[in-house]
């Protein structure tokens, strides 16, 4: 089975996976109230079920970005996305 990214963060910094969840949670939360506007407005644009984005969320949105301004080629290092 292919190492997710998440997985991947966790194992290179030696942390649990549940551990680097809430580190990218915690880093979602920061944007979606950061006190700047223009900030705040970009972090809504996330496409999510809930009020805020979960971090498989922000992965996915993140990912479908890079694609459609062609920039693949910063994927080329987690290859299972």
């Known amino acids: 089975m ?3 990214i998440f997985e991947r963060l966790a194992r290179e910094r030696g942390i649990a996976v549940e551990e680097m969840r ?4 915690a880093r979602i939360e920061k944007g ?10 970009q972090w809504r644009k996330i496409p999510c079920s809930g009020e805020i984005p979960t ?3 922000w992965l996915r949105y ?4 890079l694609q459609e ?4 080629d ?3 290092r987690y290859p299972n996305l």
């Not at 809430?22 to 949670?25: A, C, L, N, Y």
């Not at 993140?62 to 970005?65: G, H, R």
């Open 32 to 41: 979606w109230n950061d006190s700047d506007p223009e900030k705040r407005e």
């Open 74 to 76: 910063l994927l080329w």
């Open 55 to 57: 971090p498989d969320e």
């Open 2 to 4: 292919a190492e997710h």
């Open 62 to 65: 993140a990912v479908e970005k």
């Open 22 to 25: 809430t580190i990218i949670s």
């Open 69 to 72: 301004e062609g920039r693949e």
